[in-house]
């Protein structure tokens, strides 16, 4: 299998539980953030993006929360399923066209 | 049916050789990128170009090399220069509309050199 993420932070939650991925950006100038889901060989694949005029966004099963008071995103999953089992990033974009800057990614593994 | 497609999926080259990797999008997006990533590191931008015939380094671009003479092409070289050259390599691609910051990624080269 690949070898991406063998050493990344983990977060071990039971199917069905609700699950909480943090990241902290760098750039007090970053004006949009993103996250992406990662599965093993694969791409990253686009699950949610926030601007910075607001704090909170969902989508389906996803919630992303922004503080930027003090540089702080988080990922909120609902129900976590058997597939939501990979590895997440946030990104920040900080001006430059759409140029992104990836934070190093959290581990997520569903129990049973 | 549109997106992003690399090839191969798996390059194995020796030491020593240069070795291109292939990056077609058909999104007709201006934008597009090259990241490396390697066990334990998030992505790490390597080359990105806005607009055909021009492309701008990144933060890790000593021993790579680009092209982007198409919209819809952005080869990446990999040379001898190159120290730590075995990692995943992943392209993307978005637009460059006031805004719009999502990128669409590839699935991705995984080359090994010995």
């Known amino acids: 299998g690949e070898s991406v993420g063998l050493h990344l932070p983990t977060l071990s939650v039971q199917e069905g539980d609700n699950s909480i991925i943090n990241c902290a950006y760098s750039?007090?100038?970053?004006?949009?953030f993103i996250w992406y889901k990662q599965e093993s060989g694969k791409g990253p694949q686009f699950i949610i993006d926030?601007?910075?005029?607001?704090d909170k966004r969902q989508g389906q099963r996803v919630t992303v929360l922004l503080n930027k008071t003090v540089k702080h995103l988080s990922l909120q999953i609902a129900a976590t399923q058997p597939g939501d089992s990979a590895v997440y990033f946030c990104?920040?974009?900080?001006?430059?066209?759409?140029?992104?800057?990836f934070g190093t990614g959290t581990r997520l593994q569903v129990t049973l | 049916d549109g997106g992003i497609t690399q090839s191969p999926k798996y390059l194995f080259r020796k030491e020593g050789q240069n070795v291109t990797l292939s990056c077609e999008q058909n999104?007709?997006?201006?934008?597009m990128y090259w990241y490396r990533q390697d066990p334990g590191q998030g992505l790490r931008l390597i080359y990105y170009?806005?607009?055909?015939?021009?492309?701008q380094k990144g933060d890790i671009a000593e021993g790579y090399s680009v092209s982007r003479e198409k919209k819809e092409s952005f080869p990446l070289t990999v040379t001898s220069a190159q120290k730590n050259p075995t990692a995943f390599y992943l392209c993307?691609?978005?637009?460059?509309?006031?805004?719009?910051?999502?990128?669409?990624f590839g699935p991705g080269t995984r080359l090994t050199v010995t």
């Open positions: 993307a691609s978005s637009h460059l509309d006031r805004g719009v910051h999502e990128q669409y």
């Open positions: 750039n007090s100038a970053s004006d949009y």
């Open positions: 926030i601007r910075s005029n607001m």
């Open positions: 990104a920040e974009n900080t001006g430059t066209a759409s140029k992104l800057t």
């Open positions: 999104l007709n997006h201006d934008a």
């Open positions: 170009s806005q607009i055909v015939n021009d492309f």
